[in-house]
T-cell receptor, first 112, second 115 residues
Framework: GNSVTQMEGPVTLSEEAFLTINCTYTATGYPSLFWYVQYPGEGLQLLLKATKADDKGSNKGFEATYRKETTSFHLEKGSVQVSDSAVYFCALSSNTGNQFYFGTGTSLTVIP | EPEVTQTPSHQVTQMGQEVILRCVPISNHLYFYWYRQILGQKVEFLVSFYNNEISEKSEIFDDQFSVERPDGSNFTLKIRSTKLEDSAMYFC?????????????FGPGTRLTVL
């Protein structure tokens, strides 16, 4: 079956620190991989995606590379800001996008 | 920018009562979804809805749950007789679905508390 495992939180970093949030998956077929972000009081927003092996998704300074050999999709950012404080969800979906499987979410707090 | 909205933001109910959670998907979208997240656990798929019928559902979506699109804009999730373990955040999502892969857009969620 399909599932996603992501790093437990919460994570607290100082501004300008390097961020890594680990995500690994199990899947049948050829899933697409995503990171969603949820800011306080808001819905889930797509942060970045990768639809095939070795693709790198990037947005707002965040990056993640679809690694089929290690079944991973780790989220990284070189220099976090206070405004990056949110909950981050790793997810996978079938090729049609009709069903998503989410990780538990990792809460990130960035302090000035 | 179009967005998915959900009401109420927080619903408190007694065990055994019926609740209806409401969602207004993005207007030109064809696929609609409900997910839930029990506190501290994963976001779990409940059901997908297309062309006025359920297209997929998970094991969680048993006979206590139903979905409906009563008019051209609302998409509702009904829980007939709530249990304590139904306490969770419920997310609605919609997807355009016309060609190829496209993103699911999520609402802000409804927090359901069953006492």
């Amino acid at each position: 079956g399909n599932s996603v495992t992501q790093m437990e939180g919460p994570v607290t970093l100082s501004e300008e620190a390097f961020l890594t949030i680990n995500c690994t998956y199990t899947a049948t077929g050829y899933p697409s991989l995503f990171w969603y972000v949820q800011y306080p009081g808001e819905g889930l927003q797509l942060l970045l995606k990768a639809t095939k092996a070795d693709d790198k998704g990037s947005n707002k300074g965040f990056e993640a590379t679809y690694r089929k050999e290690t079944t991973s999709f780790h989220l990284e950012k070189g220099s976090v800001q206070v405004s990056d404080s949110a909950v981050y969800f790793c997810a996978l979906s079938s090729n049609t996008g009709n069903q998503f499987y989410f990780g538990t979410g990792t809460s990130l707090t960035v302090i000035p | 920018e179009p967005e998915v909205t959900q009401t109420p933001s927080h619903q408190v109910t007694q065990m055994g009562q019926e609740v209806i959670l409401r969602c207004v998907p993005i207007s030109n979208h064809l696929y609609f979804y409900w997910y839930r997240q029990i506190l501290g656990q994963k976001v779990e798929f409940l059901v997908s809805f297309y062309n006025n019928e359920i297209s997929e559902k998970s094991e969680i979506f048993d006979d206590q749950f139903s979905v409906e699109r009563p008019d051209g804009s609302n998409f509702t999730l009904k829980i007939r007789s709530t249990k304590l373990e139904d306490s969770a955040m419920y997310f609605c999502a919609s997807r355009e679905g016309r060609t190829g892969w496209n993103e699911q857009f999520f609402g802000p969620g409804t927090r359901l508390t069953v006492l």
